[in-house]
């Protein structure tokens, strides 16, 4: 496979007819991405996704590409609704991983004084873990309410705030959800977690804004130097993890039934005409509402437990954003207006200033995009732009991309050095089980800087402010 650099941040994967490419990669990266990139694993991937029906303009990797299922991480593909497809290895097992910033008008040494009882607090209040469960207790009706209704069934509940809602993607409810097309299996899963952070990447984070970009949209979004902030990562839990293992299945057979050939069967799929399609979109909205009800919920805990410390606290919600999903969004192609279905795995969207998805107080500078570090790294708030929106469907990167697989990174080195150093640069971990601390090394990932100030060079995002980790709780 060739790859022609382009200019400074991009480069051409030429298509390959005799793989069935129907369309040419473009990746964005410099040279230190570029260098990381698996050239069996990624790029084959990058290939293989370009040889889907219905495709369009380019098979997009952002700068924290990695291996997946099927499609890379960090992959964005967008296909016609008239002759594409949709593949739940482009959306991933965790459907609606996403990330949210609660800002909490606290200033860093406030916060200092206190640092070690207030990650206790979290840590105690938070369930996360592999299989853990929350101290919510519902029916299987109720859960089924929460697939329908997502974070609104949550501040419905009191665990959380009516006006969170504008400042959620999709303003917290994806509206065609239809929890009757989730499995039995996938509801039972789903029960005991709601409200839990999980394990592997997810986290919880307090950490403060040590350096602004753009002061302007900054100021729109109320970032301020010193100020503390929450940031929490987290997804759709054995919920969504099972609505898609049941619908790889479905796509399975329907690639039979379609008469469908794709490179790898892990791109499973069927045209966004079919039925199959239709009971897949409505699985994974509804496990979506599910993942933005769970963050809704922890956010509330995390108001709880700063209440306790600090009683005039206020943490507003800054924004809440997925990076697996499939939508289907209005974008301009060849030169008309047409709703496509958008994939993003490992990707976060990035709606330029004066789109109508915005809430009115953001709509006038465009869409905050979240971008976190790896375990003991700075993070970034990011905002879209008009290019992106025009160039890769309005998307960006969603963090660091692994260079370690997880076996690798827990050969590297013992939990307890990596506490240690992380220590003693001043940031707290907390954890479930000191495999995860090993499995999240920050060296087993990229370096975030470089991933973002790709993105910003090739015009698809721009950086507003960074965030400096002061405590990190993992699974």
């Known amino acids: 496979m060739a790859l022609k650099q382009i200019d ?5 994967l030429e298509r390959d007819f005799k793989i069935g490419m129907k369309v040419t990669g473009l990746i964005y990266g410099d040279s230190y991405i570029i260098q990381n990139l698996e050239k069996e694993g990624a790029l084959t991937q990058i290939a293989n996704v370009a040889c889907l029906p219905g495709i369009l303009k380019h098979s ?21 609704l008239n002759e594409g497809i949709i593949s ?55 859960l089924l309410s929460v697939l329908a209704k997502g974070a609104l069934w949550a501040v419905k509940k009191g665990y959380g705030r009516s006006e969170d809602l504008e400042c959620i993607e999709e303003r917290g409810t994806l509206p065609h959800a239809n929890p009757d097309a989730v499995s039995k299996k996938a509801i039972e899963r789903g029960k005991p977690q709601l409200g839990t952070l999980g394990s592997g990447n997810h986290f919880l984070e307090i950490q403060v804004i040590d350096e602004i970009y753009d002061e302007n949209v900054a100021r729109q979004f109320g970032l301020n130097p010193g100020q503390v902030t929450v940031m929490i990562h987290c997804g759709s839990r054995g919920l969504g993890h099972q609505v898609c293992d049941d619908y790889i299945k479905v796509m399975h057979r329907a690639m039979n039934k379609y008469g ?43 108001r709880e437990v700063f209440g306790d410390f600090f009683p005039k606290s206020d943490l507003k919600l800054l924004y809440d954003v997925s990076h697996n999903m499939a939508h289907i969004e209005k974008h301009d192609v060849e030169g008309k207006q047409a709703d496509v279905c958008v994939h993003r795995k490992g990707a976060t969207r990035a709606f330029p200033p004066g789109h109508p998805s915005m809430p009115e107080k ?9 971008i976190p570090g790896s375990m003991g790294t ?84 721009r950086k507003v402010a960074r965030l400096r980790p002061l405590a990190v709780i993992k699974g």
């Open 362 to 370: 953001y709509r006038q500078v465009g869409q905050p995009v979240i």
């Open 60 to 80: 997009f990797a952002m700068p924290d590409v990695h291996w997946g299922y099927g499609f890379p991480i960090g992959g964005v593909a967008a296909f016609s």
């Open 378 to 461: 700075e993070s970034y708030i990011l905002v879209g732009t008009k290019r992106g929106m025009e160039e890769c469907f309005a998307s960006t990167c969603h963090g660091a991309g692994r260079v370690l697989s997880r076996k690798a990174a827990m050969k590297s080195e013992k939990a307890d050095t990596i506490l240690k150093r992380l220590e003693d640069r001043g940031i707290k971990v907390m954890a479930e089980t000191m495999g995860t601390v090993r499995e999240e090394i920050p060296e087993a990932y990229k370096d975030v800087s470089r991933v973002v100030d790709v993105v910003e060079k090739a015009g698809i995002s």
């Open 260 to 302: 469908i050939s794709v490179p790898d069967r892990q791109l499973c799929c069927a045209p966004l005409k079919s039925e199959e399609a239709k009971q897949y979109l409505g699985a994974m909205q509804a496990a979506a509402n599910y993942a933005l009800a769970n963050r809704e919920i922890i956010g509330h805990l995390v």
């Open 88 to 142: 739940p290895g482009g959306v991933g097992y965790d459907i609606s991983c996403g990330v949210r910033v609660m800002l909490t008008f606290i200033e860093e040494k406030e916060v200092a004084s206190c640092i070690d009882e207030l990650t206790a607090a979290l840590f105690s209040r938070v369930p996360c873990g592999v299989g853990s469960k929350g101290a919510l207790k519902i029916s299987e009706t109720e």
């Open 8 to 12: 400074p941040v991009r480069w051409v």
